[in-house]
């Protein structure tokens, strides 16, 4: 793209001082339809870093206007950008053409990573390209600044110097870390898990790459902060500014030696010195992380791991008889919670226990995190006298103390008083104290059940509603049989039609020179003639077949002939003479419209 200018400059004198070759080029179609099509492949290295970028070209020669192939498959690489070239060749009269397709792809991860050949059908032929292997390693391999391809400057080429191209480049001094709390731990202990930025220059954003599911470990990811405030460290002589920028809590489902791959990020670099202080993206990725786990003992086998804390209560310690009560168990560490099973209240003769109502909550502190998890046990009383509820245990491994901890509860005695109310009127559950079938039961209450709301077609507007329809029905079907088919279309029917269409034209009149047209219109509606045919003579002669008498055929007239000598007459009537004929009009015509119904 920098060489845009100075090939412009080439062919214009070309262009201007040799016009046989304009003429070669009108040729051109002939000479290279025997030349031969291919489809070629190159990559701009067989060695990158895992922050680098690889150059993917395919080359189409002598094939018209190729479909840029679909890189989509790819696995172990993500296309990050794309861009089209095409270059023209004439040579002894012959002339070629090819059309390349640049790839920025990006490794996902590191080892030797195969790119398959890629496959491109043209005319019934199927060419392939050369199959790659790329080492990738960690790191940057490239020399300066690691950034990504972007578009060209408008200002880049040989007319116009960009006044940023020869400044020197900004040095990048940024790196990412992880870290984790324990290099060895037990089988679903929490690990802290967090990525650092250690960097000298201005970050805007970071973006996290990489998948965020490790293989052999249950994760929970912290909230990502809005702001982040640094700490300085001193690495090698060199102060550092260190952001946190992920933090995550692991817990191990397997045992053996797992390993956390590398994530990549993309960092946004303040550039201060592009034009409209735009920002710089780089990427980063942080080292391979070994972490060895362990089983529990034997006798911490399938106990949950971590610190925790343990308590039943009971909202009192006295209840009616008929009353349902409420145990509120709760546990909370730094262990799993999700994966806590809290102990069974038992039941006994005396006490009925219902399935309990679990809920969880996750905390994020600084050094871990902190799950709660809340049981709402409900239970009955069958009668009277003192209900005992036993102590329970809560067993979990200490990774610290290297010990199975036992906690247990106090033990609940509730004094049951009161008398047994009779079946069909006990007391049930409220609606937010039972679950079954993992949905809440928000219907049941004191004394039978029964049907809130009675059904729709019991209701006493049912019967009104069912006959409105019926009548609406009934009226649409009349009208579409009856009314459309026949009455609508009827003479007499028409007739008054005409007639009220002319008396509402002539409420709207607002002049003398109005009126003539009026009448026009009315006459052609009831006489079947046409606009030109109308003459003081025809309607003369039409009224007077029609039993009209002389004297309204005058007046007929005499109001037409007015009304047309009123758009060249000076004087205006006023507005009360002009409703004295509007009125003398509307009888006129009613007359008229009664004389000519009955031939």
Same mark, same amino acid.
């Given at each position: 793209?920098?060489?845009?200018?100075? $090939?412009?400059?080439?062919?214009?004198?070309?262009?201007?001082?040799?016009?046989?070759?304009?003429?070669?080029?009108?040729?051109?179609?002939?000479?290279?339809?025997?030349?031969?099509?291919?489809?070629?492949?190159?990559?701009?290295?067989?060695?990158?870093?895992?922050?680098?970028?690889?150059?993917?070209?395919?080359?189409?020669?002598?094939?018209?206007?190729?479909?840029?192939?679909?890189?989509?498959?790819?696995?172990?690489?993500?296309?990050? =950008?794309?861009?089209?070239?095409?270059?023209?060749?004439?040579?002894?009269?012959?002339?070629?053409?090819?059309?390349?397709?640049?790839?920025?792809?990006?490794?996902?991860?590191?080892?030797?990573?195969?790119?398959?050949?890629?496959?491109?059908?043209?005319?019934?032929?199927?060419?392939?390209?050369?199959?790659?292997?790329?080492?990738?390693?960690?790191?940057?391999? /490239?020399?300066?600044?690691?950034?990504?391809?972007?578009?060209?400057?408008?200002?880049?080429?040989?007319?116009? /110097?960009?006044?940023?191209?020869?400044? =020197?480049?900004?040095?990048?001094? !940024?790196?990412?870390?992880?870290?984790?709390?324990?290099?060895?731990?037990?089988?679903?202990?929490?690990?802290?898990?967090?990525?650092?930025?250690?960097?000298?220059?201005?970050?805007?954003?970071?973006?996290?790459?990489?998948?965020?599911?490790?293989?052999?470990?249950?994760?929970?990811?912290?909230?990502?902060?809005?702001?982040?405030?640094?700490?300085?460290?001193?690495?090698?002589?060199?102060?550092?500014?260190?952001?946190?920028?992920?933090?995550? %809590?692991?817990?191990?489902?397997?045992?053996?030696?797992?390993?956390?791959? $590398?994530?990549?990020?993309?960092?946004?670099?303040?550039?201060?010195? !592009?034009?409209?202080?735009?920002? =710089?993206?780089?990427?980063?990725?942080?080292?391979?992380?070994?972490?060895?786990?362990?089983?529990?003992?034997?006798? %911490?086998?399938?106990?949950?791991?971590?610190?925790?804390?343990? /308590?039943?209560? $009971?909202?009192?310690?006295?209840?009616?008889?008929?009353?349902?009560?409420?145990?509120?168990?709760?546990?909370?560490?730094?262990?799993?919670?999700? !994966?806590?099973?809290?102990?069974?209240?038992?039941?006994?003769?005396?006490? =009925?226990?219902?399935?309990?109502?679990?809920?969880?909550?996750?905390?994020?502190?600084?050094?871990?995190?902190?799950?709660?998890?809340? %049981?709402?046990?409900?239970?009955?009383?069958?009668?009277?006298?003192?209900?005992?509820?036993?102590?329970?245990?809560?067993?979990?491994?200490?990774?610290?103390?290297?010990?199975?901890?036992?906690?247990?509860?106090?033990?609940?005695?509730?004094?049951?008083?009161? *008398?047994?109310?009779?079946?069909?009127?006990?007391?049930?559950?409220?609606?937010?104290?039972?679950?079954?079938?993992?949905?809440?039961?928000?219907?049941?209450?004191?004394?039978?059940?029964? %049907?809130?709301?009675?059904?729709?077609?019991?209701?006493?507007?049912?019967?009104?509603?069912?006959?409105?329809?019926?009548?609406?029905?009934?009226?649409?079907?009349?009208?579409?049989? !009856?009314?459309?088919?026949?009455?609508?279309?009827?003479?007499?029917?028409?007739?008054?039609?005409?007639?009220?269409?002319?008396?509402?034209?002539?409420?709207?009149?607002?002049?003398?020179?109005?009126?003539?047209?009026?009448?026009?219109?009315?006459?052609?509606?009831?006489?079947?003639?046409?606009?030109?045919?109308?003459?003081?003579?025809?309607?003369?002669?039409?009224?007077?077949?029609? /039993?009209?008498?002389?004297?309204?055929?005058?007046?007929?007239?005499?109001?037409?002939?007015?009304?047309?000598?009123?758009?060249?007459?000076?004087?205006?009537?006023?507005?009360? *003479?002009?409703?004295?004929?509007?009125?003398?009009?509307?009888?006129?015509?009613?007359?008229?419209?009664?004389?000519?119904?009955?031939?």
């Amino acid at each position: 793209m920098k060489k845009t200018g100075r $090939s412009l400059i080439i062919s214009l004198p070309a262009f201007f001082l040799a016009p046989a070759v304009i003429f070669a080029v009108l040729a051109i179609p002939a000479a290279s339809a025997g030349a031969d099509a291919g489809v070629t492949a190159e990559i701009s290295s067989e060695k990158i870093g895992l922050d680098d970028t690889l150059l993917y070209t395919l080359t189409f020669s002598n094939i018209d206007n190729p479909a840029q192939p679909d890189l989509s498959y790819l696995d172990d690489f993500k296309v990050l =950008q794309t861009s089209r070239s095409s270059e023209f060749q004439l040579r002894n009269g012959a002339s070629t053409t090819s059309i390349r397709f640049t790839y920025y792809l990006m490794p996902t991860r590191v080892g030797r990573l195969e790119l398959p050949e890629a496959r491109y059908r043209h005319q019934g032929r199927e060419y392939r390209t050369q199959a790659f292997t790329i080492e990738v390693v960690k790191g940057s391999l /490239a020399t300066g600044s690691t950034t990504r391809p972007g578009q060209p400057s408008l200002f880049d080429d040989d007319f116009f /110097a960009s006044p940023f191209r020869d400044r =020197q480049p900004q040095k990048v001094e !940024a790196y990412l870390r992880a870290v984790l709390s324990k290099t060895s731990c037990l089988k679903g202990e929490q690990l802290l898990f967090r990525v650092l930025l250690y960097t000298r220059s201005r970050i805007e954003a970071v973006n996290m790459l990489s998948s965020a599911s490790f293989a052999g470990f249950w994760q929970e990811w912290f909230p990502v902060p809005q702001s982040i405030s640094p700490t300085s460290e001193n690495v090698n002589g060199v102060i550092y500014q260190v952001y946190e920028v992920r933090k995550a %809590a692991l817990f191990a489902s397997e045992s053996g030696n797992l390993s956390i791959p $590398s994530l990549q990020f993309e960092l946004q670099l303040a550039d201060a010195g !592009a034009a409209f202080f735009g920002s =710089q993206p780089l990427r980063r990725s942080t080292q391979e992380v070994n972490v060895q786990v362990s089983e529990p003992p034997a006798s %911490a086998a399938g106990l949950p791991v971590g610190q925790f804390s343990f /308590a039943l209560e $009971s909202p009192g310690e006295k209840a009616d008889v008929n009353e349902i009560v409420t145990l509120r168990m709760r546990i909370s560490g730094t262990g799993n919670c999700k !994966a806590v099973i809290p102990p069974q209240v038992p039941g006994s003769g005396m006490v =009925q226990v219902y399935p309990a109502k679990i809920s969880q909550e996750t905390a994020y502190s600084p050094a871990a995190m902190t799950g709660i998890l809340r %049981a709402e046990i409900p239970v009955a009383f069958k009668q009277k006298g003192e209900a005992t509820f036993p102590a329970l245990e809560f067993r979990y491994f200490d990774p610290s103390r290297r010990a199975v901890v036992s906690l247990r509860s106090a033990p609940i005695r509730i004094q049951v008083s009161g *008398e047994k109310a009779p079946s069909g009127l006990e007391r049930t559950l409220p609606g937010s104290a039972v679950i079954q079938k993992g949905e809440d039961i928000d219907f049941i209450r004191s004394g039978p059940l029964r %049907a809130r709301t009675l059904p729709i077609h019991r209701r006493a507007w049912f019967p009104f509603l069912l006959a409105g329809l019926f009548i609406f029905n009934l009226l649409v079907l009349l009208k579409i049989t !009856a009314w459309d088919r026949f009455i609508a279309t009827s003479a007499p029917l028409r007739r008054r039609r005409v007639l009220a269409r002319a008396l509402k034209r002539i409420d709207g009149i607002r002049s003398p020179e109005e009126i003539a047209p009026a009448m026009e219109s009315y006459f052609c509606a009831k006489s079947g003639l046409g606009l030109s045919e109308v003459g003081d003579r025809r309607i003369s002669e039409v009224l007077a077949e029609n /039993a009209v008498p002389k004297t309204s055929i005058d007046k007929f007239l005499f109001i037409k002939g007015q009304s047309e000598l009123a758009r060249f007459s000076a004087h205006k009537k006023s507005a009360l *003479e002009l409703k004295r004929d509007l009125k003398a009009l509307k009888e006129l015509f009613r007359e008229i419209d009664s004389k000519m119904n009955r031939q």
